[in-house]
């Protein structure tokens, strides 16, 4: 597998509150995303990373930001969250085209 | 916008047969398509993936057929097992855009 680790992996929180999910990649790929999963919906992307301070928006990226400070790792904030931000978040990595997916965040907002 | 699309949310398939999964997609500029596994609780996983340059390419068990003239993607699972139960999505991309269009997904029902 690769060496993707994703942080929490679940999490409760309340609306209104700060949450940040992180993203750790061992395997030196150059491009980091991060994606929502939801039933009926496929995976969306939320933003993409192609380096290291470079990062660009997805389609639903509205109410995210991201950070990549090193290529190893890859933040998703979420600055107040809403309950439509309750989904299952998951940090993929690629370096020639194929993504590799870590295990996955599900997080709930109340 | 362009969007890759699913015929069947859910198919299922008698252990042993060959099952069939269908993706139609609507950019008729993209020239990259992959198919992914997802297991129940866990990330997808890559399974095969195709250029445009191509019309079939075959894997272990696995086959995926485009045709790119109705814009028709496919992926051919031989011999279903029960460890093929998954949702199965397909996705696009275009040049050297590294964004992925995804479908919807369709689950795989392994009949016993």
């Known amino acids: 597998d690769a060496g993707i680790t994703q942080s929490p992996r679940h999490k409760v929180t309340e609306t209104g509150t700060p949450v940040t999910l992180r993203c750790h990649q061992t395997e030196n790929h150059r491009y980091m995303y991060w994606y929502r999963q939801d039933p009926g919906h496929g995976l969306r992307l939320i933003h993409y990373?192609?380096?290291?301070?470079?990062?660009d928006k997805g389609e639903v990226s509205d109410g995210y930001s991201v950070s990549r400070s090193k290529t190893e790792d890859f933040l998703l904030t979420l600055e107040s969250a809403t309950s439509s931000q309750t989904s299952v978040y998951f940090c993929?990595?690629?370096?020639?085209?194929?993504?590799?997916f870590g295990e996955g965040s599900r997080l709930t907002v109340l | 916008g362009e969007s890759v699309g699913l015929h069947l949310p859910t198919l299922s398939v008698q252990e042993g047969d060959n099952s069939i999964i269908n993706c139609a997609y609507s950019n008729s500029a993209s020239d990259y398509f992959i198919w992914y596994k997802q297991e129940s609780g866990k990330g997808p996983q890559f399974i095969i993936d195709?250029?445009?340059n191509m019309d079939k390419r075959q894997g272990q068990r696995v086959t995926v057929l485009l045709n790119k003239t109705v814009k028709h993607l496919s992926l051919q699972i031989a011999a279903t097992q029960p460890g093929d139960s998954a949702v199965y999505f397909c996705a696009e991309k275009t040049g050297s855009n590294y964004q992925l269009i995804w479908g919807a997904g369709t689950k795989l029902i392994i009949k016993p």
């Open positions: 990373s192609y380096g290291v301070k470079d990062t």
């Open positions: 195709i250029r445009s």
């Open positions: 993929a990595i690629s370096d020639t085209g194929e993504l590799f």
